[in-house]
């Protein structure tokens, strides 16, 4: 296979010799042979020396690597990067009759750069964020297959909204193996829950949160739970399991809170401690006494870009102002944001201001993060994006 070659310009080289996956566009001296994107390309340096080897596109990222030493990427390199995660993940003791719902594929936190994988039961949902995955997909799923066998039966592609829209590929999401499944129901922690990767979030479920969601679980004993942007009420769920005397669970969603209502009735089936609203969730906060001890934001990601920093870490403040400021006294409140631009300070700054302006007396209990199978290379810190703090009020 001929590949194509990226000639850096001079002192470019650092940050790869430091073994970060990514190549600017604005770090490019040249470009050697046809390259489209999504091609397999060299990258060197500008005197040649091999840097590594990796998928172009046309952007801002202009390659994310692959590999930092001379590979070609076949059929053997898929299945040796993707049985490596599998053996994280099995190691982790995520791949059980009790747990069978993870992330196998963190992009850049399992070096396949621009892939995301995640399991649920014998469906993998796979989405690719660069033309060289997408094109690369036929290769992955063949890959997936060897490395799992009939533990894997069906592969649903849900890309339509993660590929670059400037690559025009007009993908539409699709089984890429087996077919669409009825009512499928996966498990974690011994849990269930439906899992909608046909038209819910993401790929369906918000995995990130499990370890989150076992914390819950642990704290909310006795206490009234309000789980603010409840999604498809994963912590709801966990807070039913842990003895809470109440749980509410509110979403600006009709669709996601009915989804909600669907798994704690899963689990808990006629269980009168639940009750679910789909509201605004600053509305609702507005509008309620002191009448939790628990509370649960986990809102979507305020920003995905920086120029609206500003605006989401203002939004941040407003948020758990007002939820610190209704929490009942020796109440717990669990705060998250999963917007990578987004600092872990940013966001610690702008709970401690929310905080301040209330004038209670606020404990940090636990920080808060992604799980192990998000794993974050020590080389590439962009991949940590979920931050949360877990807090007493007092």
């Not at 001929?2 to 770090?27: T, Y």
């Not at 892939?115 to 036929?138: E, F, I, K, N, P």
Request: glycine share 10%.
């Amino acid at each position: 296979m001929n590949v194509g070659r990226i000639f850096l310009k001079p002192r470019k080289e650092e940050s790869l010799l430091r073994f970060h996956p990514w190549v600017f566009s604005g770090a490019i001296a040249s470009v050697s042979g046809q390259v489209e994107d999504g091609d397999v390309v060299e990258v060197h340096d500008s005197a040649g020396r091999f840097l590594g080897v990796g998928h172009y596109q046309v952007g801002s990222i202009a390659v994310r690597i692959l590999s930092f030493r001379p590979e070609t990427v076949d059929h053997g390199f898929w299945t040796r990067r993707l049985r490596s995660a599998y053996d994280v993940r099995r190691t982790l003791g995520l791949c059980t009759a009790g747990n069978d719902t993870f992330r196998l594929v963190y992009g850049e936190g399992d070096m396949l750069a621009g892939l995301v994988v995640d399991m649920y039961g014998q469906t993998a949902v796979m989405q690719a964020h660069s033309v060289g995955m997408h094109r690369a997909r036929t290769a992955v799923v063949a890959a997936l297959k060897e490395v799992l066998g009939d533990a894997l039966q069906h592969v649903y592609y849900k890309s339509e909204g993660t590929l670059p829209f400037k690559a025009a590929l007009g993908q539409e999401n699709e089984y890429l193996l087996g077919g669409e499944e009825n009512d499928a129901v996966a498990t974690e922690n011994g849990l269930r829950f439906h899992i909608d990767w046909l038209k819910g979030q993401k790929t369906g479920f918000f995995v990130d949160q499990r370890e989150n969601r076992a914390l819950v679980e642990r704290y909310a004993h006795g206490r009234s739970v309000l789980n603010m942007f409840c999604y498809t009420g994963g912590f709801s769920v966990y807070a039913m399991r842990g003895n809470a005397v109440a749980v509410h669970s509110v979403d600006s969603s009709a669709k996601a809170v009915a989804m909600t209502e669907k798994n704690v009735e899963l689990n808990f089936p006629d269980d009168a401690r639940h009750s679910a609203f789909a509201a605004d969730a600053f509305d609702f906060l507005e509008a309620t006494g002191d009448c939790y001890d628990l509370i649960v934001l986990d809102p979507p990601a305020f920003a995905k870009h920086r120029n609206v920093l500003r605006n989401a870490l203002q939004g941040y403040r407003k948020l758990n102002a007002v939820a610190i400021g209704k929490i009942r006294p020796g109440g717990i409140l669990f705060t998250f944001s999963c917007s990578q631009v987004v600092s872990k300070n940013d966001f610690r700054l702008a709970v401690f201001s929310a905080a301040a302006r209330t004038g209670r007396h606020v404990r940090i209990l636990h920080q808060l993060t992604q799980p192990a199978d998000h794993p974050v290379s020590i080389c590439h810190p962009e991949g940590e994006y979920l931050k949360g703090l877990a807090l007493l009020v007092e």
